[in-house]
């Protein structure tokens, strides 16, 4: 018994030493630790924020086959291209830089915070009225030439339905427009936010594979 104290004795010395070292070299490198820590929350923050947010909602997502199920087809005419604007949508870019302009995408292409700024239809999204009046039967963009897409009326997405791409709900955008929040700020904001749906489709498939736990 008295071996064992003696033991005890002899070793709570080390560990104290052993801890006191630990803690020391943390200290030191606390910068690189903080900035380690600081880069693995800047990963996880989007996840946890989606997560949050389709926790918040509590409410069935929505989830759509493809872009005719967001498109509206009476909208402002303040989203239509003007005549001028057209042929630099649909270009299919110049001289160094060349990316094909298609519009009327079944599935939309990624949103960006500067879609406001209606870059061409190689980055953001266009439909023509044939193709959202036809219900998606119809897609110009497959039998027109460039010219002939050109005389045709078409626009960008509205707020609401960028919104509705990132799985927010149906009203999200009206409320915002109701508050007073400007289009351009609201297509930020939509080109900025973590898709609800994706967020809620990756961790469902985690969680339904066992890969983390609920």
Known sequence: MNDKKMQNKSTRPLIIIGIAIAF???LLNLEMMQ???GSFIDIL????VGFAIAYILNSPLNF???T???LEKQVDQKYFLSERIKPTILSDGSASFKSRSDIDQIIARPLTASMHKMHR???DNYFSDLYINSEG????SERMTKEELAQLAIRKLTPKEAFLLQGFPQDFADNAKMAGVADGAMYKQAGNAVSVNTIYAV???LIQNRIIKE
């Open 24 to 26: 020391f070299l943390f």
């Open 121 to 123: 239809a190689c980055q």
């Open 203 to 205: 961790l469902y498939y």
């Open 64 to 66: 759509f086959e493809n």
């Open 35 to 37: 900035g380690f820590l």
């Open 137 to 140: 039967q119809d897609r110009p």
């Open 45 to 48: 923050t989007p996840f946890i």
């Open 68 to 70: 005719i199920s967001v």
